[in-house]
């Protein structure tokens, strides 16, 4: 019988691709700044609207990027500046091959715009991720908790020293990684796994309680920590019994979002179910004391 693993399976094979697939999926997903646009709408029908039209849009951007790549990664295919020692692509060099289609392949006009798209990418989530955290720490530990009475110019004082402190982080923890595809997927996946299983719960399930959503939240995150750590100390791979599973980033997915979702689950069949006041807003049409069977 051929050997269950990941090493075999993953690396070429569909365990990988999905391991590629699913910290993107997971990110949009729980999105935070994607949540707060839609709440912005006027009305559930606009709301309804902005979701198709994101998902056109996120279909069509995404083919054309992945379609550029791939058209790109064929001119340079045998180039020597893009291959491994190993024959295969080189990882990090590949991430380049969009710069040199702009610059060497495409016409000056084309090059430019998608320069220029790259760089509106880069600096959008940037921002997002800093605004988000930042805010988070301003109002819901800062103002919440440390100071209550803290002025508006206060918390917007704090918030823009946590965009600095928050940025500064980000900066060093980015040397720990050798190519930025590595970098993204464990983003992703930290805040991937971490968080949408519970925000979805929220919405979705009755049943979820705010211990399930604690704890699925910290299991996501220590299972991401954990597989960043071993990857760090050098460790290559896990052997799971049946599974060997390679620590390299494009599996990280799998621990985490485990963790999360098993964690989810348990912890909130383990506790008393949520008080009516905190799933009725999401479920109107519900029977009242219908909560204990979902």
């Not at 893009?82 to 380049?96: M, P, S």
């Amino acid at each position: 019988m051929p050997e269950t693993h990941f090493t075999v399976v993953g690396r070429t094979g569909i365990a990988q691709a999905l391991g590629l697939f699913f910290p993107t999926f997971f990110l949009l997903l729980g999105e935070s700044g994607m949540y707060q646009k839609f709440m912005g709408a006027k009305d559930a029908l606009t709301a309804r609207k902005a979701v198709i039209g994101m998902i056109i849009g996120v279909i069509v951007v995404e083919t054309v990027l992945d379609s550029t790549a791939l058209f790109g990664a064929g001119l340079y295919w045998n180039d020597p500046a893009f291959r491994a020692a190993d024959g295969t692509f080189n990882t990090g060099a590949t991430e380049t091959i969009l710069l040199h289609l702009a610059r060497h392949d495409l016409t000056p006009i084309f090059g430019i715009l998608l320069l220029i798209g790259g760089v509106a990418i880069v600096f959008s989530t940037a921002n997002t991720f800093l605004m988000i955290p930042s805010t988070n720490v301003a109002r819901d530990i800062y103002q919440r908790f440390v100071n209550p009475q803290a002025s508006e110019g206060t918390v917007i004082k704090v918030q823009r020293i946590m965009i600095v402190l928050l940025a500064g982080i980000a900066y060093v923890s980015s040397t720990f990684f050798e190519s930025i595809l590595d970098m993204a997927l464990y983003a992703y996946t930290m805040v991937g796994a971490a968080v949408t299983p519970a925000l979805l719960a929220a919405f979705l399930w009755r049943r979820v309680t705010p211990l399930g959503g604690t704890v699925s939240v910290a299991a996501g995150m220590g299972a991401s920590l954990l597989f960043g750590v071993l990857r760090q100390v050098g460790v290559e791979s896990l052997n799971l019994g049946l599974v060997v599973m390679p620590l390299d980033y494009e599996y990280a997915i799998y621990p985490a979002a485990t963790a999360s979702i098993l964690a989810l689950v348990l912890v909130s069949y383990l506790t008393p179910p949520s008080d009516e006041s905190k799933w009725k807003p999401f479920w109107p049409d519900k029977a009242d004391g219908d909560v204990a069977s979902r």
